[in-house]
């Protein structure tokens, strides 16, 4: 049998209770005493605190800002060198088939830039950086030494704020180097849920100090994968693998938001990054199929798999649900998936097949819960 | 009380036996969101599926434990699925059967050959 990798904070979810389950190589907690139902609410109603230390953090520096952006540039079809020191943006690896190899993020940290890409990918997101960017001159160092906590929910900064005022002045999507209990801590805003919240970098030793003073606030509770998965599921964030993959592109998914116009056709840094003759045609001209919100109209949830159907009876398939569930703040079955474009628009009709019946899908606006992000 | 390797309960009542999930089964499946019970009067076997219950986590099957007729389904379950993870030996059973042969109960678990099974 594998062995599984633990994060610094396993003591930890041992001592809050926690079921633990293998994800991704790594030996993690899918809930607490709570249950998923109830971390979901929480998070939603006050605060949350994830342990996503299994997730890979890089740093790029070794050549000058303007050259790692440039060199960033050719494996992600975003404008990194307009990125703005103490800023963060969402990321794409693409590969020459046009399809999604990972998504990450890509924080202007001044003389370095900061990645934190997908724990299952991390192994290939590296050797991918490695075998692209070595040999522009920038070092690849991932690093091993820090863990990643996520605190999400409409009371995170009134928490974070009592162990340092500072992050009360960060925005959505804001980096910065801040004290926490004396360690020092890369925070940013943003998260993985559709609330407001910070992700937060700390060194391992001081990983599970911070997570116990969290946890002592009587807004906080410990959160599992279990409810991180529900939480952005109704936030309409894709989960890689599932969501998107290595078949999927940027436009089929409705990530054209993530491509900046300076990287589209007619833009000043046009192209040049893997993919880009069929990404940035698909962009101009619409793709094939497109990732669509899908709202089942009885109470039976669909999950990843569920077929899609134009008819109740008859006829080819549509496509099929990547995510789905029961979405515990709408207290509806959710789910999204891909159909055919001419099916794509919200309040088309689709049928879902579940257990040889096809039950009636609504095509749905995402995301199914309003966002609080803090701009 | 008798008791499945399914983790269902088996009571009877005059001349039917009411069927619900344990309470070690509602607590592996964490908060159920979702149950389909069958029609009243169907006739089933034993090992057929009988209600779809899906949980946050997945979806899972409950056989009907003997041959008989479905008699009366909970429908206060269906309409308020979280009932399961309440009370699931009271209030939360699922369906009554009839059955032609009572003695068929004997080939199932007491409560403490269940607890020696659930470990």
Redesign the interface.
Same mark, same amino acid.
């Given at each position: 049998m594998e062995t599984l990798d633990r994060t610094p904070l396993h003591g930890l979810h041992l001592d809050l209770g926690a079921k633990m389950v293998g994800f991704a190589g790594y030996d993690m907690p899918v809930?607490y005493r709570l249950?998923?139902?109830?971390e979901h609410l929480h998070t939603r109603a006050a605060a949350g605190l994830f342990d996503v230390s299994h997730m890979g953090q890089v740093i790029l520096d070794g050549a000058a800002p303007e050259q790692l952006a440039l060199a960033l540039e050719t494996l992600v079809p975003v404008d990194v060198a307009g990125l703005k020191e103490g800023r963060q943006r969402y990321a794409l690896f693409t590969n020459d088939a046009g399809g999604i190899e990972d998504d990450l993020m890509i924080a202007n940290r001044g003389d370095h830039l900061f990645l934190v890409v997908n724990a299952a990918c991390k192994g290939a997101d590296i050797a991918r950086l490695r075998a692209g960017l070595e040999p522009q001159g920038v070092t690849v160092r991932p690093l091993t030494d820090r863990a990643l906590l996520a605190l999400q929910g409409p009371e995170a900064e009134a928490v974070l704020a009592r162990l340092n005022p500072a992050v009360r002045d960060m925005r959505f999507m804001d980096v910065a180097t801040v004290d926490l209990l004396g360690a020092e801590c890369w925070i940013s805003r943003s998260g993985y849920t559709g609330e407001d919240g910070f992700e937060i970098s700390v060194p391992e030793a001081a990983a599970a100090d911070l997570a116990r003073a969290l946890l002592k606030a009587p807004e906080v509770e410990p959160i599992g994968l279990?409810a991180r998965d529900?939480l952005r599921l109704e936030a309409g964030l894709c989960l890689y693998g599932h969501d998107i993959d290595s078949t999927t592109s940027p436009a089929e998914a409705g990530l054209g938001w993530a491509i900046q116009k300076l990287r589209r056709a007619g833009g000043a840094r046009e192209g040049g990054f893997p993919g880009a003759d069929r990404i940035l045609t698909e962009l101009a001209q619409g793709a094939q199929r497109r990732r669509v919100g899908l709202r089942p109209e009885g109470?039976? /949830?669909m999950?990843e798999g569920v077929t899609l159907y134009a008819e109740a009876e008859g006829g080819a398939a549509l496509g099929q649900v990547t995510s789905g569930?029961?979405g /515990?703040s709408t207290g509806t079955?959710i789910a999204m998936g891909y159909v055919d474009a001419a099916y794509s628009t919200p309040g088309t009709m689709v049928y879902g097949e579940l257990?040889g019946k096809r039950l009636p899908v609504e095509v749905v606006v995402m995301p199914f819960v309003t966002q609080t992000y803090k701009r | 009380m008798k008791f499945t390797e399914e983790h269902e309960w088996l009571r009877v009542e005059g001349d039917v036996v009411v069927v619900g999930i344990t309470s070690h089964a509602a607590e592996q499946l964490g908060d159920v969101v979702f149950v389909e019970l069958p029609e009243e009067g169907t006739t089933v076997s034993k090992d057929d599926e009988v209600v779809v219950i899906e949980s946050v986590k997945a979806a899972s099957d409950i056989l009907a434990p003997l041959d008989g007729e479905i008699v009366e389904v909970n429908t206060a379950i269906a309409d308020n699925p979280g009932k399961v993870n309440d009370d699931p030996e009271g209030d939360a059973w699922f369906f009554k059967m009839k059955i032609e042969d009572m003695s068929d109960l004997d080939d199932y678990m007491d409560e403490a050959e269940y607890k020696d099974f659930i470990g």
């Open positions: 809930q249950g998923v139902l109830k279990g529900s109470r039976a /949830p999950r569930g029961f /515990p079955p257990r | -």
